[in-house]
């Protein structure tokens, strides 16, 4: 079945710098990547995705990569700011399900230091 | 952004119990899931429920565990009996299509 794989468990960067935080998966078919934010003691908060019908989004602060070819993708937040401190997770929509589920990556814990 | 509701936020009972989560998903959203999270380990899918019916579930949703949404009420988790490998913080989520919205988690734990 999908894999994915969230390569930083740890990050920490100076505020106002980027941040990349990287994941892998497995499925070729997969076309779903949402990302998401979990601040302490609180639940997942919906930050960005990605279709694969893309290669590149952003919202504000945040852009999200995808390369298809080597089934990666990535989430940049550029400008950083102490309250973008969470664990971010990367995920990946199943696609050989009938119905949407999603494989999570291992989280990556970002430290914003002032 | 949408806000799902999970009852209650922490649960302690004895192994061999039943518990009860329940779920208050986005009002208009149609697909409902749970998963669970093991401390220190990533978020794995139980189970995907969608007009009255699972539609897929993991080999974690073990024979012990059953989903169900009675009238629109709540989205509710049952483990009947516990066992002590259950204790996990489990979340509800739901969606109208791709993007699921996940709630703050149930925190399990059976002694």
């Known amino acids: 079945g999908e894999k994915v794989e969230q390569h930083e468990s740890t990050l920490s960067v100076r505020e106002g710098d980027s941040a990349v935080i990287n994941c892998t998966y497995t499925d070729t078919a997969s076309s779903y990547f949402p990302w998401y934010k979990q601040e302490a003691g609180k639940s997942l908060h919906f930050v960005i995705d990605?279709?694969?019908?893309?290669d590149r989004k952003q919202s504000q602060r945040l852009i999200v990569l995808l390369d298809k070819k080597a089934k990666r993708f990535s989430l940049h937040i550029t400008a950083t700011q102490p309250e973008d401190s969470a664990i971010y997770f990367c995920a990946a929509e199943v696609a050989s399900s009938s119905f949407s589920k999603l494989v999570f990556g291992q989280g990556t814990s970002l430290s914003v230091v002032p | 952004g949408p806000k799902v509701l999970q009852i209650p936020s922490h649960q302690i009972i004895d192994m061999g119990q039943m518990v009860t989560l329940n779920c208050d998903p986005v009002?208009?959203?149609?697909?409902f899931y749970w998963y669970k999270q093991i401390l220190g380990q990533q978020m794995e899918f139980l189970v995907n429920?969608?007009?009255?019916?699972?539609?897929?579930k993991s080999k974690l949703f073990k024979d012990q565990f059953s989903v169900e949404r009675p009238d629109g009420s709540y989205f509710t988790l049952k483990i009947q009996p516990t066992a002590l490998e259950d204790s996990a913080v489990y979340f509800c989520?739901?969606?109208?299509?791709?993007?699921?919205?996940f709630g703050p988690g149930t925190r399990l734990l059976v002694l």
């Open positions: 429920f969608y007009n009255g019916k699972v539609m897929e």
């Open positions: 009002s208009n959203h149609l697909y």
């Open positions: 990605i279709r694969s019908n893309v």
């Open positions: 989520a739901s969606s109208l299509e791709d993007t699921q919205y």
